[in-house]
Structure formats: C-alpha cells, structure tokens
C-alpha cells in the first residue's frame, strides 16, 4: 500500500480544510485574507497580495506581510498584465519590479510566484507570493497551488456574487423605503414580511407594527368603491383565475380602491394594486401590494361634481328668470303699461349682471388657478371703498343698516384698488346674505405701526367652528340648511382671499360673542 509522507498528508489536509473554509464564506474582505493567510503560509511566504480584475485593469483589494499603506509600492507589477489569462504572466518582469518594491519597503525578497484565479476563460484575480528564498516548487507542489488557486476563485466569485446580491438588495431596500407610494409585501399565507416609509405614513401602522399580521388586519376597508379584497379574490381563484367583477385591470394584478381606515380610526382614499410574484415551479411565493394615497384625486373629483351642480344651478335660475320676464313682454296679445315693462327689465338687467359677475369670478377663478394673481398697485384709501362699497349695497336690502367706522387719520395703503373694492364687496355680500333677518352690517378700521385691519361685521347665523377656515376654499359653501336657500357659488371668499394674500395680508373668519360672524383681513402699511 503506498504511502503519502507526511508533509504531503498535512499539505493536502490544509488544503481541504481552507478550501471548505472558503467556499463557506461569503463576504469578500474575509475570503481574500483567507486566501493569503493559507497561501503564504502553504509557500512560507513573506508578503502576499491580491488583485482583482476590474474592467481591462488589476486593482490590489488585499494584503499581508506589508502595511496597507505601502500597497500602492507593488503597483508596478500590476502594470501591462493582460485579463486573458495566466500566458501574459511575464515571471522575468515580475521579479524585476519586485526587487524594486522590496527594497522601498526594506524586505529581502527574492522570488515572487503569481496564480492565476481563473473560473472558466475568465480570470477574476492574480494571488502573488513573495519570498525571501528562490526554491523550486515541485510539479506537485504546482498542483496543489493551483488547486487552490482554483479554490480561491470559486470563493472570490461568490463572495461578488453575495456582494452584488447584497448591493442589489439595499438599492431595493432604499427605493422601497423612499418611494412615494406605500409598498407591501405579502407571504403565501398573506401575512406581512415588508412595510415600507410612505405605507406607515398612509395607514398610520408602523413597520414593526405591521410585521408578521395578516393583510386584513392592518388593510381594514371602511367601504369599497371599485373591486373586491384579496381574500375574496385569493377565495374566487385569483391569480390564476381573475376576479370577474368587468374590471379591465391585467388578469396577474388586483385593482381596489376605496376608504381605509387607519390605525388611530381616521380614513384615507387609497387605491391598491396587487400582483403576485411566482416561484420557478409557478406556485404563490408573494404577493406585492403598491398602495396610493388617491385623496388628492377624489378631493378634485369632488370638486368637479360640486363645481358642476354648483354653476349649473347658479346659471338656471337667473336664465330662466331673463327667458320668462322677456317672455312675457314680448308677448302680442297684452298691452303692458310702462311701469310693468320697466319692472320687468329691471329684472332682466339685474339677473344678467348677475350672470356677468358669475361668469367673472369663474374666469377669475381659473386665471388665478393657471397663472397667479396680477396686482395693478396705487395709492389706496380703503374709507373710502368701504363708503362707495356701503352706498352700493345699501339700496339692495331694507332689512339692514350698512354703516363704516374708521378713525380719521386711518393710513393710506398700497395696493390694488379694484381688488380691494372686490374683497369688501365680497365680504358685505356675504353678510346681507347670511343674515337674512336684518340687523346692522358694520365695517370697522384700526391700524398699528406695520398693518392697517378690516373687518366686517354681522348679526346673522355665525359659523360653524369647523368651518372658519374652510370658508376660503375655492367652492366650498356652509353646510346647512341656510346654504340650500342662498344663492352664491362658492368662489366669492376664495378670490377675497386670494387677493388679501397677494397683497401680502391675512383674511380669516370669527364668530362674534352676541352671534353673527366677522369676517377680517389685514395688510402691511409699506407693502
């Protein structure tokens, strides 16, 4: 029975045990000391150094024997190698531009042996051994060396591969946790195994909250517009088979939307997509939730509705108020007497200068949307606007008293004087309007060192406290039942608002303590 001798056993064990050792690590700084711990010992070498190939170039990556600061003195022998394999190796070469490094480091070095680690036709590195004595390694000796030459390069390959893995799945990661929209992902058992930033920000649940409940925990639907839930999906054969409920959503995603209700009870409108995400063998590995915060969108879908019920009924009424008075003087058959035809286009003017003003501030509305608002700036005496504005409206109503109050030396303001005039038209509109039981309709002055204020006063209903502020929204009208007999579309306090703010003012709303509602804004004296 032949023998091994002993150095060859011990050789050959080293060999096993670091080249099990190897291929079971995985990150790459651990795996390239690794290979030169086992490498400069195996050649009794004195400095060991690692290049990976990046691109047509070889870059040290790791280093033993030497500082690592004096790495970059061995840079030369990296200089002219070619990728294409251990051939363009020129030994002679090497030797020479070792000696020059060893001296810079102050070592006696005498040999260098280069390996090639080569998976394939692809050479991922070169492991280069320097030694302080020229020996002759044995054919055997090559062997073994290349051997773990070839080990090394297994684990160098897969020590990248986990690092590009890794790379790829923190680059998944940060886009997960920084996308706009939630994102959820559901094992088999449609328990969550991911919750990303936006999600817990939307349902109010955080990620470790989230974790390991199933879907219909923490995806609670308060009512559903458009499709079915998952679970009712999953139990009608979805994926495989689509929910037939005519939605044209692709048959491998879900498509529901409706109002969630989030943690702490509130609700949002959420539309969620679903998609399944497949083993190789085609069974269910997960489920991919992408949830989108759509109230934004319904807010704008409301709007539309409102702003067409809205207009539509604003428009009605004065049109078919103009077609009946003209109607029924133009009628052939009666002899109307002069004060009935004057009376009757009195109506006729007075409901298209309604339509007039409605069709402006619509107009206006939209140009604001679109472009901003413009100011044409002068000297302003708001007194006086309020007396002509008082004047004005003063012969509308009989059942209120329209008075102004501002102190004499109240300041002349910069501004824009026809937009001033609309917000106090605006403004005393609204207080006849909203006070139809009479009472006396106020507009005050006062004035410190950096601001003038206006407010205008009334003895009507007040506001709802929830509503002081939502007052100014474009469309927005007072919900009760006043609303329904009051005629106006909304757009009046949004533009008054729009044109305080221009000016670089406040407007806000407040109930008076003996009831009725005061309406204020006020702007900066050097605007």
């Known amino acids: 029975m032949f023998l091994l001798p002993d150095y060859r056993v011990r050789q050959r064990d080293y060999?096993?045990?670091?080249?099990?050792?190897?291929?079971?690590?995985?990150?790459?700084?651990?795996?390239?000391?690794?290979?030169?711990?086992?490498?400069t010992s195996m050649l009794s070498g004195e400095v060991g150094i690692i290049a990976l190939r990046e691109g047509d170039h070889f870059r040290t990556r790791a280093v033993i024997g030497i500082q690592v600061e004096q790495a970059h003195l061995f840079d030369p022998l990296l200089?002219?190698?070619?990728?294409?394999?251990?051939d363009s190796i020129d030994v002679t070469l090497l030797h020479h531009r070792m000696r020059k490094a060893a001296r810079a480091v102050d070592l006696n070095l005498r040999q260098v042996v280069a390996l090639p680690m080569v998976i394939g036709s692809d050479m991922l590195g070169i492991l280069f051994i320097f030694r302080s004595y020229a020996g002759t390694p044995t054919e055997n000796d090559h062997r073994l060396l290349q051997s773990f030459a070839d080990q090394a390069a297994i684990a160098v390959h897969n020590a990248r591969m986990y690092e590009f893995a890794n790379q790829e799945r923190q680059r998944l990661a940060a886009i997960l946790d920084h996308s706009a929209?939630?994102?959820?992902?559901?094992?088999?058992?449609?328990?969550?195994?991911?919750?990303?930033?936006?999600?817990?920000r939307i349902t109010g649940w955080q990620s470790e909250q989230a974790q390991g409940h199933e879907h219909d925990v923490v995806i609670r639907w308060k009512q559903r517009s458009i499709g079915i839930g998952l679970a009712e999906a999953i139990a009608q054969g979805w994926p495989n088979h689509p929910p037939t409920d005519g939605d044209e959503t692709p048959p491998d995603t879900l498509y529901v939307e409706g109002d969630l209700e989030r943690l702490d009870g509130s609700t949002i409108s959420v539309g969620i997509t679903y998609a399944p995400l497949r083993r190789t063998t085609g069974e269910l590995q997960n489920i991919i939730a992408n949830v989108r915060d759509i109230t934004h969108f319904r807010q704008a879908e409301q709007l539309k509705s409102t702003f067409i019920s809205i207009i539509s009924h604003e428009l009605k009424t004065p049109v078919a108020l103009i077609k009946g008075y003209a109607d029924t003087l133009s009628r052939e058959d009666a002899d109307w007497d002069r004060a009935t035809i004057l009376n009757g286009l009195t109506v006729i003017e007075e409901e298209?200068?309604?339509?007039?003003?409605?069709?402006?501030?619509?107009?206006?509305?939209?140009?604001?949307?679109?472009?901003?608002?413009?100011?044409?700036?002068?000297?302003?005496?708001?007194?006086r606007i309020a007396a002509q504005s008082i004047e004005r409206f003063q012969t509308q109503t009989e059942r209120h008293t329209l008075r102004a109050e501002f102190p004499p030396d109240f300041p002349i303001v910069t501004g824009d004087s026809t937009r001033l005039r609309q917000v106090l038209d605006n403004l005393l509109s609204n207080a006849i309007k909203y006070s139809p039981n009479g009472g006396e309709i106020v507009i005050r002055g006062n004035y410190d060192d950096r601001w003038v204020r206006v407010s205008v006063s009334d003895q009507g209903r007040g506001l709802p406290p929830d509503e002081l502020e939502r007052v100014f929204e474009r469309f927005y009208r007072i919900g009760s039942g006043l609303t329904n007999s009051i005629q106006g579309t909304g757009l009046g306090l949004y533009l008054a608002h729009a044109v305080i703010q221009a000016h670089g003012g406040k407007i806000w709303a407040s109930n008076n303590p003996t009831g009725g509602a005061t309406f204020s804004f006020t702007l900066p004296r050097d605007a």
């Open 181 to 200: 929209d939630g994102v959820m992902i559901l094992d088999g058992d449609l328990r969550v195994e991911r919750w990303n930033r936006a999600l817990s």
């Open 352 to 383: 298209a200068d309604r339509l007039a003003e409605l069709i402006e501030n619509l107009l206006a509305a939209s140009k604001l949307q679109a472009e901003g608002m413009e100011l044409t700036v002068d000297d302003v005496s708001l007194p």
């Open 15 to 39: 060999l096993l045990n670091i080249s099990r050792a190897l291929t079971a690590q995985l990150d790459l700084g651990e795996v390239l000391r690794m290979i030169l711990q086992a490498a």
């Open 79 to 86: 200089q002219d190698l070619s990728p294409t394999g251990a």
